[in-house]
């Protein structure tokens, strides 16, 4: 039976692999939404978790808040602390576990997290850790993953061909529900949800050649999966699969990827 420290080393080399900067490029989008619907105000307190390369953390930077970034992989923190220099704000960052937060109880007004905290093993005990640092009258701002999203069916077609040796880690995509993420914060926590969608710039074939270039799940499927013909069985599935959702309209050759964003505020105690 894999141990807790076992799973943490397994996912945290397979997210180190390739340039996550690129997939955090497409991700950014929603990190400006989030972070304009939160609009803190300087001074803010704020924990980012699963930060990555600083999306969400510099946005708040640069609205005065003081950031701390928190991360599995210290990998992507070099190019983190790059767009800071340039953008001539300071975060401070620490490779830590979303589930075992190193933070005191109720120390920041504000704690976020984007397409990150879902992927942890231990849904109640991530949940769990950002509600206790939240101080009461804090918010927790989160984007999910859903589970009608592209990147469901792509995690989906992904395990069924490297299923994780550490077993059962759990379903992310839930925490693209509303209803589940109203078990996992309970009653402490006032939550407004509201589904929406990234656009992907990309052709079928195109998409799944740049997330086999610099994306770490993927990157670890390609270079561990036996016999090798088999990862171009799972490519080819990978591209049939995303042609269902491209579509052409205005905005060009696309596809649009649902996640729900999630505004929580922790309740004052009584």
């Known amino acids: 039976m894999p141990t807790h ?3 943490r080393e397994v996912n945290r080399t397979m997210w180190s692999y390739g340039e996550y900067r690129h997939v955090a490029d497409l991700l950014r989008p929603g990190a400006v939404d989030l972070i304009d619907r939160l609009a803190p105000a300087p001074g803010t307190l704020h924990l980012d978790v699963a930060t990555g390369n600083g999306n969400v953390a510099l946005l708040s930077a640069r609205r005065g808040s003081l950031v701390q970034g928190l991360d599995l992989t210290d990998e992507f923190f070099p190019d983190a602390l790059e767009r800071a220099e340039r953008a001539g704000v300071h975060i401070d960052l620490h490779r830590g576990d979303a589930e075992e937060l190193p933070f005191g109880d109720d120390s920041f007004d504000l704690v976020t997290s984007t397409y990150g905290v879902q992927f942890a093993p231990h849904h109640a005990a991530a949940a769990g850790e950002m509600a206790r640092v939240c101080r009461p009258g804090g918010r927790i701002g989160m984007c999910n993953w ?13 395990s069924s061909y490297f299923p994780s040796p550490t077993g059962n880690q759990g379903q992310p995509m839930l925490w693209g529900d509303e209803e589940y993420q109203r078990e996992l914060f309970g009653d402490s926590f006032e939550l407004t949800t509201e589904r929406r969608a990234l656009w992907y710039a990309f052709d079928a074939e195109g998409l799944i050649a740049f997330f086999e270039s610099c994306f770490g799940p993927c990157i670890a499927a390609r270079n561990t999966i036996s016999p090798p013909g088999r990862w171009h069985e799972l490519r080819a599935e990978l591209v049939e699969m995303t042609e269902r959702f491209v579509t052409t309209d205005s905005r060009g050759t696309g596809l649009p990827v649902e996640y729900l964003q999630v505004i929580a505020e922790k309740r004052e105690r009584r």
């Not at 859903?146 to 992904?158: C, D, G, V, Y």
């Open 5 to 7: 420290q076992d799973i």
């Open 146 to 158: 859903t589970s009608r999203s592209w990147t469901a069916h792509f995690q989906e077609i992904l």
